[in-house]
């Protein structure tokens, strides 16, 4: 073999040996270190969540007094019957609403506490001896003749989570046991639609859920003028003094949130955390353009004119950066001299009692007015703290989605107290907080996952992958709670999966690769393989035909 033939041989054989390390070393090891790193997910509990199916579960307790059964139904309690209402919604959502009715007699502790002198009395009296888990309600049927209850009233809602529903007068005579709670279940039903939550409160938190229009909705919703469900809220309270020359102003601020707000704040700490600051701000001007009305010798804001009112002072307030929290504001305004008195009109050009308003989800101002009858300027104004903190704590309660009860023939309802927030009052934005997290988690883990499949480049790293378990497993836990009726742990099941959903969905890992598609890849990785590609791939191209050629002549030499 000729010089010339050892050398092309030598020339292929080192051609062979690139391309084969090529192949077998380096393109395996590159595929390997710039594969996009993906930590596995439970796909298939996710996709169960796109569907959303809940089950709400109440237990309702009927106890009848001493008068009320005979003995020979007596004999037949305890009962215990289930009624399911089931509703669908729009988006693959379906709700159902379970109320477990477990009928007894009343203890003898029982019958001591209702033989209290007022219902107020017997509420408390009952709610010492055994306080109801929440979500629960207990119903005491008391005798028509009882003095517990005005002539007029038929139900008593209590602060707590009793009822008390006066019996009919021919409850008992004649009947049968099933008869006589077919007569009570109406009674009990009004007070089910006071104390527990309603399917419009429901449907209102699930509103990104369904579509616009669908009817699944309720007409008229108020839910738009409470905040969203937040693990956090910032309270803020200010005290606007827009002419510092005529006024003085003093307001123990402190002292009022720590005896009228903070009892509230209490109660509502289930449902978030609150932080509560104050500030005064001076020369600040609200945008109204007041007109002085003869008929009520007092200068006068219409109620269309109320949206412009916030814009000027809104700049003033501070800044709610260090927080993600929804701030939510409440301003008490002092009109300078030249505006004063300054009144607001309601839609019928009447003066508002409270002159004050709140704005959705943002906070509540009130316009406070002092009498300058001495004409000595500036005034020394000490606020009247407790007329102040009624009203804001009025739209505190809006704002935090504490609906009003309508007043209804025949059905007496007991103010809060001193909290500010009855039991049930507290149960109804538990449940509803609950659906509205584990929809809301729901939707940001369905949107995390739909988000991953469309763009094959961004990495998974075991931070979000745990992240998303979490969140699966606290939403899995949260719905079983709910079905079972544990109110309180499905409420805390809920807030663990929102807050782990968000940590995953905002991982600032998921950016990294984001903008780096895979034409920017060919862009980056031709320059550097095309060099070398080219010329090996012509070799090997080469070696192949010269192969072939000495092929086709020893088949020709056979020949």
Known sequence: MSNYELERRRCQLAAVSVAAVVLFVGVPLWWRTTTTYRAWLPMAQIQEFSKLQLLLDVDVEVVFARGTLTPEQQKKIPVTQTRDEQHSVDGGTSLTYRYETRYRTATIMEEDSLNQPTAAETDLSLNTLSESPCGSLVVYVIPESSSLLPQDVDVYVG?????????????????????????????????????????????AVLSNRVRPGSGSLPKKDDSIRSFKSSPGYEIT?????????????????????????????????????????????????????????????????????????INPAESRLGSNAASSNPPLNFLLYMPDAQHSPLHILDPQKRLVASNAFHSPRWGGIMIYNVNRANGTLPVDVHINMAKVMGVFLAQLRLLLGVKPTARTAGILVAPPGYSGLSDWELDRLMWSHSVENIATATTTITSLVQLLDQIDTIVINDNIAEQVSNAVASLQLATAELESGNLAFALQYSKEAILASERAFFDPSLLHLLYFPSDQKFAIYIPLFLPMGVPLLLSLLKIVAEVRQRRKDKLAKKD
């Open 159 to 203: 602060q707590r989570r009793t009822a008390l529903v006066r019996a009919d007068a021919e409850t008992k005579a004649g009947k049968t046991l099933k008869q006589v709670l077919a007569g009570v279940e109406p009674r009990v039903k009004e007070v089910l639609r006071v104390m527990s939550f309603s399917h419009g409160d429901i449907m």
């Open 237 to 309: 309270f200010s005290l606007l003094n827009p002419d510092p020359k005529s006024h003085r102003l003093y307001w123990d601020i402190e002292g009022a949130v720590h005896t009228f707000v903070q009892p509230l704040l209490s109660k509502l700490s289930p449902l978030a955390n609150f932080s509560v600051d104050s500030q005064t701000l001076y020369y600040t001007m609200l945008g109204f353009n007041a007109r002085f009305d003869d008929h009520h010798s007092a200068y006068t804001l219409s109620a269309d004119s109320l949206a412009h009112v």
